[in-house]
């Protein structure tokens, strides 16, 4: 196992302030943004090339990739994938887009490293605890929640790739993608920007980035997101070339009742929200596993959650532990400085 150096940094919110800004010479590379909205979060795209429209024809394309995905695997988007399979519990299997078999492949590969803590059947519960769209800041019954808790298993997800169907074997199972949509999503956004002929860029959908290539012949320069802080508020940065992070934390999607934090990040175990960590921030190679390994991380708590991260290969991580202690794993301590310990508070 990797030792595991003294503390300093986590989450990831894209800063792109916090970009070097060097300044290319005239007439030929020079930084191009873009931004929208996509899957429930702001989409954006920095680009540095010398072709400007090549870069606007690609976010045009990426975009409509967002929007295709989402209507996919929405639980909120009548006649999506997700909903189909849901609605059909227990009774049949349904016939739905390799997009959303291969994301489902990944998820269950997640669940088995993390011991199901990391599991999309969660969604079981998305109806009593309300964290999207239709948040209400209120505590559901631990009576109800512990009634939906035998509809959260994982293995009992059946995919079957020879006749392209999903069946959720018992009946008022449900699956929610948020946890790997996005990333999934990206790393489709990373493809169309690299058939395109872009190689030097970075591209973020909420929690979820990829950073290709350099900026300026750098390592593109990321702030990390104090997770107690103001928002935008960065504590650390990050140097990262041709790789992906992906930040699960207790405070997008989150209230407080009588001092007591309640967010959207839950343990299928108990249904309740994981208590032992704040924020965690995967660096991995593939967009699809950083975005399902940060949250299952976060469930596992920091001490089991730093343990898979130095297994797994090619995978690397940052946690800030519910009392505020910040893990590094050994293989990011040369691409990080720690500018300010992260705020403490509930």
């Not at 007439?27 to 606007?56: C, I, K, N």
């Not at 950073?211 to 140097?239: M, V, Y």
Request: hydrophobic share 40%; with cysteine.
């Amino acid at each position: 196992m990797k030792p595991v150096p003294p503390a300093v940094v986590v989450i990831v919110v894209a800063g792109l302030a916090a970009c070097r800004q060097e300044v290319p010479p005239a007439s030929t590379a020079r930084l191009v943004e873009r931004a929208s909205a996509a899957m429930g979060s702001d989409l954006r795209l920095s680009v540095y090339t010398a072709d400007e429209p090549a870069a606007g024809h690609a976010f045009d394309q990426l975009s409509q990739e967002f929007e295709r995905l989402d209507a996919l695997m929405s639980v909120w988007r009548p006649g999506s994938d997700v909903l189909r399979i849901n609605a059909a519990a227990g009774e049949r299997a349904v016939a739905v887009s390799p997009d959303v078999r291969e994301a489902l492949r990944t998820a269950r590969q997640i669940s088995e490293w993390t011991g199901g803590k990391f599991d999309v059947t969660f969604g079981a519960l998305s109806d009593l605890w309300k964290f999207d769209q239709d948040q209400d800041n209120t505590i559901p019954d631990p009576a109800a929640i512990r009634a939906r808790l035998p509809l959260i298993d994982y293995r009992q997800v059946e995919i079957d790739d020879r006749a392209g169907t999903v069946f959720l074997r018992r009946k008022g199972m449900r699956i929610h993608l948020g946890g790997i949509g996005k990333g999934y999503a990206v790393a489709r956004a990373v493809a169309t920007l690299r058939r395109a002929g872009l190689r030097d860029f970075l591209i973020q959908a909420g929690g979820d980035l990829y950073a290709g290539g350099l900026k300026a012949g750098r390592p593109w320069r990321l702030g990390i997101n104090d997770p107690r802080g103001p928002a935008g508020r960065s504590f650390a940065t990050l140097d990262l070339s041709d790789g992906t992070f992906s930040t699960s934390g207790d405070y997008a999607r989150a209230f407080v009742n009588d001092g007591v934090r309640y967010h959207h990040i839950l343990d299928p175990a108990t249904g309740q929200p994981a208590r032992g960590c704040r924020s965690v921030t995967i660096v991995a190679d593939s967009p699809l596993l950083a975005d399902g390994l940060s949250t299952g991380v976060f469930i596992l708590g920091p001490e089991q959650g730093m343990a898979l991260i130095e297994r797994l290969p090619d995978v690397e991580g940052v946690i800030v532990t519910a009392n505020n202690d910040v893990l590094v794993s050994s293989g990011l301590k040369d691409k990080f400085a720690l500018i300010a310990q992260p705020t403490d508070a509930p």
